[in-house]
């Protein structure tokens, strides 16, 4: 269980009131409609550190803590850097049996940290949640079934040179939150808990787990939308908290900036997405710098460096898998709609 800070930051509020329409794919929308059809359970609009906006839905409140889904990829990130920056990890390029030998043998063998990080390590894995037999509903069937995470991976084959091709993996994030626990000799929830004091989250969390109690770091994380805001706030801040670097800045700008031709967002024929990517964050698109936290089922902590804004947002949207670019897509054109409108 992640404890609440003793000293919990309190958002100063200011009034703000949500622009009525954005624009997206040349259609005007009203943004009240679409807030409802993606089955909206909570949103945040910070600007300047202080709150404009908090409202909830369908019996959720500022204590509800809404599972993140894959959001959790993006404070796993945070870790990993910490962790390098300290010197435990001695390189993103060493491969990841350098430091998790039992994978020798497995399809993540010669898979370097940096690729686990910017999901591009080349494993054959389909993410498709509207398929009944992709793999992370195989996953999800074994897990439950009693079966570790560290297991299953270890089933898992790879199709592709690491490093050169960008193929979302969720299983990439676990193999990193393995890397961390053995590295630092603590859980997720061990080391996640110094980020959460040093920020003031004002909340406790907790982490799903599996039968050997490892943490779900690729998307097991339940927390108060008031918190996930904070996390959003503290990247805005490039890793700084009321002075105190909190996660190395140089790895914030890292974590949003695709370094390599095959994380570039667009039409790009050496990714199977259409956004960027990072270090655990998605790039949605240039010239715009902005760059969010995406869970299934239209989870989102949105970070606009430009206009100094961030918007966290919780969903239940169980329509996400049957349209999951048009959601996402449609929710990057209201974030930057609300993150305009403001004066």
Known sequence: MLRASENPHTFTKKEFKLPSTYEFEGKVNYVDEALEYFETDGLIVLKDGNMLYENYWHN???DTKHISWSVAKSFLSALIGIAYDR?????????????LPDFIGTGYEGVAIKHLLQMSSGIKFNEDYADFNSDINRFGRVISSGTSMRDFAKTLKNEKTP????????????????????????????????IWTKIGME????????DTGMEVALGGLNATLRDYAKFG????????WNGEQVVPESWVNASHYPDED???PGDNPNSSDRWGYGYQWWVPGFPDTDYMASGIYNQYIYVDPESNVVIAKISSNYKF?????????SH???FRAIANSIE
Do not use: C, R
């Not at 010197?87 to 430091?99: F, R």
């Open 60 to 62: 959720n409140s500022k």
């Open 87 to 99: 010197g435990l990890i001695e390189d993103l390029n060493d491969p990841i049996e350098k430091y």
């Open 163 to 194: 490093g050169t091709y960008h193929h979302y993996v969720s299983i990439d994030t676990q193999m990193l939150a393995m890397l961390l626990a053995e590295v630092t000799g603590k859980s997720i929830t061990e080391n996640l808990q110094e």
């Open 203 to 210: 909340s406790d969390a907790f982490y799903m787990v599996d």
């Open 233 to 240: 706030q503290l990247y805005l801040n490039k890793g700084n």
């Open 262 to 264: 095959h994380l570039v």
């Open 321 to 329: 898998p049957q349209e999951k670019q048009f959601s996402k897509d």
């Open 332 to 334: 990057v054109a209201l």
